[in-house]
């Protein structure tokens, strides 16, 4: 209440915020509208409390999926590259036989997924484990592509802490049984920006498991991740 008088007192404000019942229809606004930004992030971690796991503990699954974060010089930005070493160790540990790396290649000039197969390439992974997702827009566009275009069913996602719960609920609502990495960083600027994009993700996640839109770009199925789990297979 002392917050609505100052705001009245300091910018002023209409007639019936002067009256108690105006105040106290003002302050029951402001909670409604504070639950109602909150509960889609709420949604998110409820929904996935017992999904977020470490590398050593998370559960095998054929593929991990991991999501693109960025360039810089056309090589993978700080944080990519700790999503990518993550799946890299997933590899080695024989956690996953094939990696989906997905992201963006919206324009020529852009392209975080060569930038990704590549990185996991140069660092010993076969490559034809490695599979490119091209049209990885978003983390909705990733998901869905992933089951639709890809054939996945089953999988481990790997992401930054502030992205990873909202990449698994946006997963399972795509029909992807999926369990998560989350890549620890330090709490810098990047960290805190990341985790401040998650309140208004979290809404757009909510919309996006409700109606489960198409991608962007739909296209015909991929071939690549059957190859890569029939050439593990071989070995």
């Keep these: 209440m002392r917050v609505i008088r100052f705001v009245r007192v300091v910018l002023g404000g209409p007639a019936w915020l002067r009256q108690r019942r105006g105040q106290r229809r003002a302050f029951q606004l402001l909670v ?63 956690k996953v036989s094939a990696i989906l790396v997905t992201g963006d290649n919206g324009r020529a000039a852009y392209d975080e997924t060569d930038a990704m197969r590549r990185y996991l390439i140069e660092h010993g992974v076969p490559e034809i484990r490695v599979v ?50 989350g890549v620890q960083e330090w709490h810098d600027v990047t960290w805190y920006y ?9 809404g757009k996640a909510a919309l996006n498991a409700w109606l489960r839109p198409d991608p962007a770009l739909l296209g015909p199925q991929e071939q690549g991740i059957p190859r890569a789990l029939a050439d593990a297979g071989a070995r």
């Design 32 to 94: 409604l509208l504070c639950v109602l930004a909150l509960a889609p992030s709420a949604w998110l971690w409820t929904s996935t409390a017992d999904r977020v796991r470490t590398v050593q503990s998370v559960p095998q699954a054929p593929v991990a999926v991991v999501f693109g974060a960025g360039l810089e010089n056309g090589t993978p930005s700080p944080y990519l590259a700790h999503r990518l070493d993550a799946a890299l160790e997933l590899y080695q540990r024989q």
């Design 132 to 181: 490119g997702d091209y049209a990885g827009f978003d983390t909705w566009d990733s998901c869905t592509r992933a089951r639709r275009i890809f054939g996945v069913r089953r999988a481990v996602l790997v992401s930054q802490e502030f992205h990873v719960r909202r990449a698994l609920a946006l997963c399972q609502a795509a029909g992807v049984d999926a369990y998560a990495v």
């Design 194 to 202: 990341g985790g401040l994009r998650e309140i208004p993700g979290a």
